[in-house]
């Protein structure tokens, strides 16, 4: 059975830090793209940031900068350090995974996680 459970998020103060964590189980992690998205009340949930198999990591450019995504392969988790928070960054956060790969024709799993609230607020 498939699962992502994220973690660490909260309510954190203007220009503060937070960490997500993202636990992976029941898929072989090690050969996933992970990414992280958000979504804020009202709006469409948007991709944040992504760590591919060989550790390559890309931001959004709202982010980058602040943003940190890594993995522990071993742990089968995935982190986004979030730094110098601003209230625009509230929002829940989904943990996604995805791998594409080729029998006869292009598959993609895709798996997501329940979502973790972050409100940066005064």
């Known amino acids: 059975q498939v699962q992502l459970v994220e973690s660490g998020g909260g309510l954190v103060q203007p220009g503060g830090s937070l960490r997500l964590s993202c636990a992976a189980s029941?898929?072989?992690?090690?050969?996933?793209?992970m990414k992280w998205y958000r979504q804020a009340p009202g709006k469409e949930r948007e991709w944040v940031a992504s760590?591919?198999?060989?550790?390559?990591?890309s931001y959004a450019d709202s982010v980058k900068g602040r943003f940190t995504i890594s993995r522990d392969n071993a742990k089968n988790t995935v982190y986004l350090q979030m730094n110098s928070l601003r209230p625009e960054d509230t929002a829940v956060y989904y943990c996604?995974?995805?791998?594409?790969?080729?029998?006869?024709?292009?598959?993609?799993?895709?798996?997501w996680g329940q979502g973790a609230q972050v409100t940066v607020s005064s």
């Open positions: 996604n995974a995805v791998r594409t790969y080729y029998t006869t024709t292009y598959i993609t799993n895709s798996y």
């Open positions: 760590i591919t198999s060989t550790t390559l990591t």
């Open positions: 029941g898929f072989t992690f090690s050969t996933y793209v």
